[in-house]
């Protein structure tokens, strides 16, 4: 599966703004799907996840209450919403699939990534 996330720009503290994953290859349905960000100088983390399905959603706690993760089997993407942007939330986001019904907070249990999203938030 090929993924190409979309969506980052430049907003301001408070503000708002909604990423996109969207897959080409196999059925998208077949993959859980989690997307990560890395900032300057700091490792990749977790930001949110979700499985094969849309049920089982999880996110990290540093995102918890401002950022939603859905997906759209249909249209084979995933979106991460993301609301009450601090400027510590900026950095590159990528989204990841990986072939099992639920996804994952570790990044090497992900085969495919997509390119990378910038998201810079100012003060």
């Known amino acids: 599966v090929q993924l190409q996330a979309s969506g980052g720009g430049l907003v301001q503290a408070g503000g708002s703004l909604r990423l996109s994953c969207a897959a080409s290859?196999?059925?998208?349905?077949?993959?859980?799907v989690g997307w990560f960000r890395q900032a300057p100088g700091k490792e990749r983390e977790f930001v949110a996840g979700?499985?094969?399905?849309?049920?089982?959603?999880t996110v990290a706690d540093s995102v918890g209450g401002r950022f939603t993760i859905s997906r759209d089997n249909q249209q084979d993407a995933v979106y991460l919403q993301m609301n009450s942007l601090k400027p510590e939330d900026t950095a590159v986001y990528y989204c990841?699939?990986?072939?099992?019904?639920?996804?994952?907070?570790?990044?090497?249990?992900?085969?495919?990534w997509g390119q990378g999203t910038q998201v810079t938030v100012s003060s």
């Open positions: 979700i499985s094969r399905s849309g049920i089982s959603t």
């Open positions: 990841a699939a990986r072939q099992s019904t639920l996804s994952s907070s570790r990044a090497y249990e992900y085969d495919y």
């Open positions: 290859g196999p059925p998208f349905s077949n993959y859980a």
